[in-house]
């Protein structure tokens, strides 16, 4: 596809309303709320032409719509409950021919995997409509990184009816849970990562990002994920706060019924 060719659009779906830790997002690391510190690593990738904040034209999103705002950050106010239009419309605005999917309760991501993610992409010989790090993963969960053309993503919201893929976007593009699945780009990590967890979900992972930024952040604001190993090497502790969830458990427990209707 070659990167000189498209415009790469970054998008950071958020929200404030979630029923396991509601205004994660915003929550306080360092004096600076979290999808701030996410955006600041993000906008660092060399690979995505343009950012923005999802967000939706909910009242309860109002403030956090406000605050990425004031900090300079682009924001896209849509639909609350379908997110596959909310990316839709926004990709069209923003004029993308590819799209980057990140989710904003993931305040450690690194900007060299998600510009990894998008080379194996847009390097692709012969030329996918979908690349990721997720089919399967290996990174720690929280540095999870979607790419797809703008084409396959609007021909998704032009078909896709089930209320899953409507929420997660990307279901009817990867088509992983089809019995015909399409040929996709997978990047690995070096070893097998996936065992960690580095999202935000509960007060716990709170705990480990927060002790993560106190640690790294003051020395070296530009800490990447390998830093990360070092200090939970170095710390193993860290690691056995937040066990006790399942990676993604939310969409794995969406995905029977889903399954199930698509039979």
Same mark, same amino acid.
């Given at each position: 596809?070659?990167?000189?060719?498209?415009?790469v659009?970054?998008?950071?779906?958020?929200?404030?309303?979630s029923?396991r830790?509601?205004?994660?997002?915003?929550m306080?690391?360092?004096?600076?709320?979290l999808i701030?510190?996410?955006?600041?690593?993000?906008?660092?990738?060399?690979?995505?032409?343009?950012?923005?904040?999802?967000?939706?034209?909910?009242?309860?999103?109002?403030?956090?719509?406000?605050?990425?705002?004031?900090?300079?950050?682009?924001?896209?106010?849509?639909?609350?409950?379908?997110?596959?239009?909310?990316?839709?419309?926004?990709?069209?605005?923003a004029?993308?021919?590819?799209?980057?999917?990140?989710?904003?309760?993931?305040?450690?991501? =690194?900007?060299?995997?998600?510009?990894? *993610? %998008?080379? @194996?992409?847009?390097?692709?010989?012969?030329?996918?409509s979908?690349g990721? &790090?997720?089919?399967?993963?290996?990174?720690?969960?929280?540095?999870?990184?979607?790419?797809f053309?703008?084409?396959?993503?609007?021909?998704?919201?032009?078909?896709?009816?089930?209320?899953?893929?409507?929420?997660?976007?990307?279901?009817g593009?990867?088509?992983?849970?089809?019995?015909e699945?399409?040929?996709?780009?997978?990047v690995?990590?070096?070893?097998?990562?996936?065992?960690?967890?580095?999202?935000? =979900?509960y007060?716990e992972?709170?705990? *480990? %990002?927060? @002790?993560v930024f106190?640690?790294?952040?003051?020395?070296?604001?530009?800490? &990447?994920?390998?830093?990360?190993?070092?200090?939970?090497?170095?710390?193993p502790?860290?690691?056995?706060?937040?066990?006790?969830?399942?990676?993604?458990e939310?969409?794995?427990?969406?995905?029977e019924?889903?399954?199930?209707?698509?039979?």
């Open positions: 596809m070659g990167e000189a060719l498209v415009k659009v970054g998008i950071v779906q958020a929200r404030m309303a029923s830790l509601p205004g994660k997002v915003l306080p690391v360092l004096g600076k709320p701030i510190h996410e955006l600041d690593r993000l906008v660092r990738s060399k690979l995505i032409n343009e950012l923005w904040l999802a967000t939706s034209d909910d009242a309860s999103d109002d403030g956090l719509a406000e605050e990425v705002e004031k900090r300079g950050f682009r924001v896209y106010r849509g639909s609350q409950n379908d997110v596959l239009e909310r990316f839709s419309l926004l990709a069209q605005r004029k993308a021919d590819v799209v980057v999917r990140l989710t904003g309760d993931c305040p450690l991501h =690194d900007p060299e995997i998600v510009d990894f *993610v %998008i080379s @194996a992409f847009l390097h692709a010989n012969p030329v996918r979908y990721s &790090n997720i089919w399967p993963p290996t990174f720690p969960d929280g540095l999870d990184v979607e790419v053309t703008f084409a396959a993503l609007r021909d998704a919201a032009d078909h896709c009816v089930q209320p899953l893929e409507r929420e997660h976007v990307t279901p593009i990867h088509g992983q849970f089809r019995d699945k399409p040929e996709i780009v997978n690995t990590a070096p070893a097998d990562f996936s065992h960690l967890r580095w999202t935000l =979900d007060p992972d709170y705990a *480990v %990002i927060r @002790a106190e640690t790294l952040y003051p020395e070296n604001p530009d800490f &990447n994920w390998q830093d990360v190993l070092a200090l939970i090497t170095k710390e502790d860290l690691i056995t706060r937040n066990r006790r969830t399942e990676r993604n939310t969409f794995v427990a969406a995905l019924g889903y399954i199930e209707s698509a039979k």
